[in-house]
């Protein structure tokens, strides 16, 4: 409807003051933002491309792929003397290039992106009868998962790309956490949308704030006149005012006798707008179980507990998505019944950055017999040395078994259980 020429809506409450919606609510403030913010934010569909325009939620998608992809992965197979890598075309796919236009890095980073995004991430695996040609990313919005008999098969249909159906045998699939139907997975940006929604209308909202130059909603305060001209003269002259003010970058303008005006809504500093964005990030974290430290989240942070949050960061996600993928791969690559071949990552390399306990560690594990001196060098990249004594494990001499004596030699005498030789005894009396 109309009224003084001027175009009415309905009155839609806004769920903050919709009584039937809990204030501690992210709706209720997600409406609130949205109403100061000019329509835009919370109010827009959440999805993929809008989440990601959160930097919280772009550097945590960002993140974590990029992490995932940065670990070595290796193929070894089990044999009489231990775990032994496999070199060849199983080792190329997997941690040189999964086929002719795709590096591992850029693979495993666009898996796990749509894995973190989409809530599912899905590779083909080309095969040649029984060997393995190459690893194919797919797109995750292209293909269709049905559940035929039990089994899963994968119907993908891409635009310019002809329709195939795929057997679960032949495709990587990797999904953010199963629903109850054991076909369609949850997205983290899905189920956390409310959360996202209120940090878009949020960022929204401050931008509108400062781009009006820190102008808040005015309200006209004054006798109007009667009449719908009027009312539209005094409008247009409250206008014209703060645009020529805003012009000269003048602090004071003029308003027409009789008038005055007065903000509308919150003042961002008293409606605690810096802590609620801050809070959005610590949510967006917990989201993808990311400790806020690696969000640039620093606000708690200490020397102490950013290195603990380190250690949780690889103990209780990264080593758990690590898994999750191997397994992925070991039924995928090599069947439900391999011939104890497995590929598996080398956490280790979280620390490449770390020198000093890199070389420590190494130090220890050469110590200790773990690790031969050329093993060693082999994990920084180093060539073997050529001294032979580099192949073999070493330990130090001192050590002993608890209860024995110790090696002949020590301290420059006689083992101490040895009996004495011809003339030591009588040396001693004497």
């Known amino acids: 409807m109309k009224l003084f020429g ?40 959440v999805t993929v491309e809008t989440a990601l325009g959160v930097p919280a939620v772009f550097s945590a998608v960002s993140f974590l792929s990029r992490t ?15 775990a032994t890598r496999i070199k060849g075309g199983i080792q190329t796919l997997i941690h040189e290039a999964p086929n ?14 749509q894995a973190f995004t989409e809530g599912r991430g899905l590779s083909w695996i080309e095969r040649s009868g029984t060997n393995l040609v190459g690893i194919w990313p797919m797109v995750t919005a292209c293909t269709t998962i049905r559940l035929q008999n039990g089994r899963k098969t994968y119907v993908y249909a891409e635009e310019g790309v002809p329709t195939k159906t795929y057997p679960a045998s032949d495709v990587i699939d990797l999904p953010f956490a199963l629903k109850s139907d ?10 956390c949308r409310n959360a996202i929604g209120l940090a878009i209308a949020m960022e929204a909202y401050a931008g509108n704030f400062f781009k009006g130059g820190g102008v808040p909603p005015l309200a006209l ?53 810096g802590e609620a964005r801050l809070m959005q990030i610590q949510e967006i974290a917990r989201a993808f179980q990311l400790p806020p430290v690696f969000l640039q989240d620093l606000s708690k942070g200490t020397f102490a507990n950013t290195e603990q949050q380190d250690l949780f960061f690889v103990k209780h996600l990264i080593g758990q998505w690590a898994k999750k993928f191997e397994q ?36 220890r594990a050469i110590q200790t017999a ?18 032979p004594a580099a192949k073999e494990l070493l330990v130090q001499g001192a050590t002993v078994v608890l209860g024995s004596s110790p090696p002949a030699g020590h301290n420059g005498g006689p083992p101490l259980d040895d009996p004495p030789k011809d003339g030591q005894e009588n040396d001693a009396e004497a």
């Not at 054991?182 to 189920?191: E, F, G, L, N, Q």
């Open 221 to 273: 305060v004054g006798q109007l006149g009667t009449g719908n001209e009027a009312i539209k003269r005094s409008i247009n002259d409250v206008h014209r005012a703060i645009e020529v003010a805003r012009s000269s970058n003048k602090p004071i303008f003029p308003l027409p006798a009789s008038y005055d005006l007065k903000p509308v809504g919150i003042d961002p500093e008293k409606g605690q707008m």
């Open 370 to 387: 773990q690790m031969t001196p050329d093993e060693a060098r082999a994990l920084e990249n180093r060539p073997a040395h050529s001294n």
């Open 328 to 363: 992925q791969m070991n039924l995928k690559l090599f069947g439900q019944r391999n011939s104890g071949r497995y590929v598996e990552h080398n956490l280790d390399g979280l620390q490449r950055g770390d020198f000093k306990s890199r070389i420590e560690g190494l130090a």
């Open 6 to 45: 001027f175009d009415i809506r309905r009155e839609e409450r806004a769920a903050v003051e919709n009584p039937a919606v809990p204030l501690n609510s992210a709706a209720a403030w997600a409406s609130l933002f949205q109403s100061w913010g000019g329509g835009s934010g919370a109010g827009a569909a």
């Open 68 to 82: 995932m992809a940065t670990l070595p992965l290796h193929a070894y197979r089990h044999t009489e003397k231990g």
């Open 182 to 191: 054991r076909v369609t997975a949850y997205s983290p940006i899905d189920k």
């Open 100 to 113: 002719a236009e795709w590096t591992s890095f850029d693979w495993r980073e666009y898996l796990f992106w």
